[in-house]
């Protein structure tokens, strides 16, 4: 089993930049891995933000590329999240999950339980 912890959410002015942290334990995320990271809104559905496989392959939501950025440390086994021109859409719970192999298409076998990011305008 896999425990997820998300860190380095708070208030950040528009324009702004964050970096989340995702700090995985019980197991080591491997290559055979994909992670991803999604947002929930005040009020609304749980979205994808972005997604990674174990290849270093990424796919984003068309409102954060160019501005977000996900990367993985093997070694820390922590994946991050890099937020840069932050608007206040962003504003959300972001959730940091992973899967338990690559099975082609991500099913979210692990979350964590999220960190909130406040973008004020």
């Known amino acids: 089993q896999v425990q997820l912890v998300e860190t380095g959410g708070g208030l950040v002015q528009a324009g702004g930049s964050l970096r989340l942290s995702c700090a995985a334990s019980?197991?080591?995320?491997?290559?055979?891995?994909?992670v991803a990271w999604f947002r929930q809104a005040p009020g609304k559905e749980r979205e994808f933000v972005v997604w990674?496989?174990?290849?270093?392959?990424?796919r984003y939501a068309d409102s954060v590329k160019g501005r977000l950025t996900i990367s993985r440390d093997y070694a820390k086994n922590t994946v991050y999240l890099q937020m840069n021109s932050l608007k206040p859409e962003d504003t959300a719970v972001y959730y940091c999950?992973?899967?338990?192999?690559?099975?082609?298409?991500?099913?979210?076998?692990?979350w964590g339980k999220g960190t909130l990011v406040t973008v004020s305008s």
């Open positions: 999950a992973a899967d338990a192999r690559d099975w082609g298409a991500f099913r979210g076998d692990y």
């Open positions: 990674m496989n174990g290849s270093g392959g990424t």
């Open positions: 019980g197991r080591t995320l491997s290559s055979n891995n994909p």
